[in-house]
């Protein structure tokens, strides 16, 4: 392994299928399969598809923002790149270690989450045997290649895919009776409170649910960096998200809500026999229901924790690269690998992961509520950052007809994702006010994202005494230093 970190360099394998794959893959995680129960249980399904809608507006404003920063400026530092160049080097250091700290404990929590499946059907097995050969599986996925990575996240999110459109398929063929019975009507979706269960609160309260359902989706910024022609194929991605959005969460949701009754208590759990999509395939006589959605379930986790490990190793990379993590992290291997940063995020993520099966957890429980808001805070900084570049880019004069893909809502689209993203970052948890009775331990677990993001932002604010940069100041061109 060569030793010096500037003689080798990531490398642009990334195919436009896998591009494409991961832009699907990063918008189905675990929280679309067994999520969307717990949610549609609490605010019915008017209330979740009202809140799936809103956030899934916010994303797609998001996503174009992204879209014009990755097509124009692809890099591997993805937001901490963007708020370095564009707002303030303080600020692109918090949203970087912020980043990469999010990711590396969401390692631990896939970790856990696939020995919990796996005793699905070997319950008297060790955890820890299960853990280490998938984290072995994956760190070889992205210790060979990048596109080993590509590779693994292309078939990963093809099962995904494929299990959500066959899911639609047959609600859709039970709700008109043309698959086991009589068609469905409108009874579940209006029985008792619903469609909207709890009012403006309930559905306000699926807000963040709906949130951590599309995180990952940013991951194809940092994807950007090692892709082979990003500046096609990150707009052709981009502008699928709408589409997603709408074809894997609001049609999977109304096929639950016209099949199931939010009133049904199965749907208060969020085990894999529980899922909303268990339940909906036994109803069309699947007998191995439980089965295949546990298998479906895992190729998600191991899909996230294979996106964990190639994020956190790019984006330490862009960050050593860029002066604001330790030089050393930035060494590449001949085949493109930044090994050295992989090899520490996968050492941490394992740490934290043992940290949730010894002792009571307790700290692996604080580590965990510490990153509970940081896609907001993700999100927040892309939006910013978008609005802050082409500001910047017309300022100095740059024409918009160069842009590679140019974002058609801005600015309302960033601003109005600044503003959502603070809404939920400040009331995400409001029932801790409105109780009576103020519970300041689920409260500050709660919110302890957000003081440690400006304790790194106003701590390498106060050290290196940075500022905002100016307009006219802002590097464009990532080649100009």
């Known amino acids: ?206 807000f963040l649910v709906a949130g951590f359902s599309f995180s990952g989706t940013e991951s194809i910024g940092v994807a950007a960096g090692e892709s082979e022609n990003p500046t096609k194929t990150i707009p052709r991605a981009i502008r699928s998200v709408f589409w997603r959005i709408l074809l894997f969460y609001i049609l999977a949701i109304l096929v639950i809500a016209f099949l199931i009754p939010y009133t049904n208590e199965k749907l208060q759990s969020d085990a894999v026999i529980n899922s909303p999509f268990t339940i909906v395939f036994e109803k069309a006589g699947l007998a191995f229901a439980a089965s295949l959605m546990n298998a479906v379930i895992l190729t998600s986790v191991l899909s996230a924790g294979n996106g964990c490990l190639y994020v956190t190793s790019r984006i330490m990379y862009a960050m050593a690269k860029e002066g604001q993590a330790p030089r050393f992290l930035a060494t590449v291997n001949k085949r493109g690998v930044p090994v050295v940063a992989l090899l520490a995020t996968t050492l941490i993520g394992m740490l934290a992961f043992l940290a949730s099966i010894f002792g009571d957890g307790t700290v692996y429980i604080w580590l965990m509520n510490s990153v509970g808001v940081t896609t907001f805070i993700f999100w927040l900084g892309i939006a910013i950052s978008h609005y802050r570049f082409r500001k910047a880019y017309v300022k100095q004069g740059y024409s918009l007809k160069d842009l590679p893909y140019r974002a058609k809502w801005y600015p309302f689209g960033p601003i109005f994702a600044v503003v959502l993203c603070s809404f939920i970052l400040v009331g995400q948890n409001y029932q801790g006010f409105i109780s009576g009775h103020i519970d300041w331990i689920n409260v500050i677990a709660s919110y302890l994202g957000i003081p440690i993001f400006l304790l790194l932002w106003l701590g390498y604010k106060f050290i290196k005494r940075t500022k905002v940069i100016p307009l006219e100041e802002c590097k464009i061109d990532l080649n100009k230093h």
């Open 1 to 206: 392994m060569e030793q010096n970190e500037s003689s080798h360099h990531l490398q642009q394998r990334l195919k436009p299928r896998h591009v494409t794959m991961i832009a699907l893959g990063g918008t189905i995680g675990t929280g679309v399969f067994l999520g969307t129960g717990p949610a549609i249980h609490t605010a019915g399904p008017g209330g979740v598809l009202l809140a799936y809608g809103v956030i899934g507006i916010m994303v797609y404003f998001i996503m174009t923002s992204l879209g014009e920063l990755a097509s124009f400026m692809p890099t591997s530092g993805s937001i901490s790149t963007y708020a370095t160049r564009f707002i303030d080097p303080a600020l692109g250091f918090a949203f970087g270690w912020n980043y990469w700290f999010s990711w590396a404990m969401t390692l631990a929590a896939e970790l856990a989450a696939s020995a919990l499946i796996m005793k699905f059907w070997f319950p008297e097995s060790s955890s820890l045997l299960w853990s280490g050969l998938f984290l072995a599986f994956l760190f070889l996925l992205n210790f060979l290649s990048v596109k080993g990575f590509g590779e693994g996240e292309y078939w990963f999110s093809f099962i995904k895919v494929a299990t959500i459109v066959i899911f639609i398929a047959v609600g859709i063929l039970m709700i008109f009776g043309i698959m086991n019975g009589e068609p469905a009507g409108f009874e579940n979706f209006t029985i008792g409170e619903a469609p909207f269960v709890g009012g403006f609160l309930g559905t306000v309260s699926i």
